[in-house]
Structure formats: structure tokens, C-alpha cells
């Protein structure tokens, strides 16, 4: 079993849709990190969190410590919101921290 | 502010050729990291370095070595590429190590 499991691995919507994109983890954690790849490959990080909930514009990333669990949503999608989101837990590993990533989401927004 | 720059954007290898990917950053960040990513798999680990002059293993190092001679720079390196090295690799970097990681573009390796 993966350490950082995401669901689903593809979603196709349409547009206006509200999104919800799922990343559970087994290992214990120092942050979570939500990721955007854009269709071209580019990599953006979107948010980094420990607890709670954070906003950016039309995306909200939420945690739950005790259930080893993150959501993020997406309301009133839009086509350009298509791209991959990938879940990355930062775990402290001997005496190190390293990212444990998730295989992503891909989706995909209609108009 | 360019950010990160990785280049070649895209290279095609003879296998048992070496290569160097280059990777660079201006914003400096101690972190740097290789990562390679491949269809169906999450991104993969393959060299980090938390601060110059100093560079560690990932989950997947074998056939790769890094060098951090100094804040900015990065490189990758295959001795000898394999058929099996055939992906996407991008470069990373960060202010901390557990700090949020900025992407470059990445290179598309074909090795054949």
C-alpha cells in the first residue's frame, strides 16, 4: 500500500461543478502539500498546511490530523482548472524530512 | 526573476551515453532536489542536497550522481544511460528543507 493514497485518480466535471479531490496518508507528517501540474508539465505549488483550512481565491485545501487526511476543493470550476493536483505529505525520515508523493489527480473541467 | 532553469528542455540519448541535466536557481535557496516522474507513478526522489556542499540519496539514486558546488547550481548526471532512465525529470528548490518547493520546467529524457 502506497504511503499517500489520493482519490479519485481521474474526475471529469463539468463546468461550475463544485470539485473535491481526496489524499489520505499512513506515516506521520510535518505538512501536507497540494500541487497543480498544468497540462504542459509545469509544477506549482498551491498550499502547504498542518492543520485547519486554508483559501486561495476559488481553492480551499483542508486537514485533518487525526484522521490522516486532506481534501481540496475547487468551487465553480472552470476549464482551466484542468490540470493534475498531487498531494505530497513532508515526513521526517532518520534525519531528514523528504516528501512522500502522491500519484495525482487528474481532472478535467468541460465547459 | 527566472526562478529555476533546467536545461536541456528535451534530449534524446543513445543508451551507455552519459548526460548531465543542468539545473539552476537565482532565488537562493539552500534545498535542492532531483525528481523523476514517469506515466501512472508519483514523483520520485533522486538526489537532494539540503545545502551547499552537501547532497543526499532519494528513493531512486542508482545510475545518477549530483554535485553542489555552490548556492545556485545543481546538476544531474548519468554515466551510463539505460533505456530504463527514459522520463521526466525536474529540478526543485526551496528555502528550508521543509519549506514549499518551486518547480522548474523539466527535461524530457529519451534514452534508446
Known amino acids: 500500500k502506497n504511503e499517500v493514497e489520493q482519490s479519485p485518480q481521474n474526475l471529469t466535471a463539468q463546468e461550475g461543478e463544485f470539485i473535491t479531490i481526496n489524499c489520505s496518508y499512513s506515516?506521520?507528517?510535518?505538512?501536507l502539500h497540494w500541487l497543480q501540474q498544468h497540462p504542459g508539465g509545469g509544477i506549482v505549488s498551491l498550499f502547504m498546511?498542518?492543520?485547519?483550512?486554508k483559501k486561495h481565491g476559488r481553492l480551499i485545501a483542508t486537514i485533518n490530523i487525526q484522521e490522516k487526511h486532506s481534501s481540496l476543493h475547487i468551487t465553480a470550476s472552470h476549464p482551466r482548472d484542468s490540470a493534475v493536483y498531487i498531494c505530497a505529505v513532508l515526513s521526517r525520515m532518520d534525519s531528514n524530512y523528504q516528501l512522500i508523493w502522491g500519484a495525482g489527480t487528474k481532472l478535467i473541467i468541460k465547459p | 526573476t527566472a526562478g529555476i532553469t533546467q536545461a536541456p528542455t528535451s534530449q534524446i540519448l543513445a543508451a551507455g551515453r552519459s548526460m548531465t541535466l543542468r539545473c539552476t536557481q537565482d532565488m537562493r535557496h539552500n534545498a535542492m532536489y532531483w525528481y523523476r516522474q514517469d506515466l501512472g507513478l508519483g514523483l520520485r526522489l533522486i538526489h537532494y542536497?539540503?545545502?551547499?556542499?552537501?547532497?543526499g540519496k532519494g528513493e531512486v539514486p542508482d545510475g545518477y550522481s549530483v554535485s553542489r558546488a555552490n548556492t545556485d547550481d545543481f546538476p544531474l548526471t548519468l554515466a551510463s544511460a539505460v533505456p530504463s532512465q527514459t522520463s521526466v525529470y525536474f529540478c526543485?528548490?526551496?528555502?528550508?528543507?521543509?519549506?514549499?518547493?518551486?518547480f522548474g520546467a523539466g527535461t524530457r529524457l529519451s534514452v534508446l
Open positions: 506515516v506521520g507528517i510535518s505538512a
Open positions: 542536497s539540503n545545502t551547499a556542499g552537501t547532497t
Open positions: 498546511l498542518s492543520s485547519g483550512k
Open positions: 526543485a528548490s526551496s528555502p528550508t528543507p521543509v519549506g514549499i518547493q518551486y
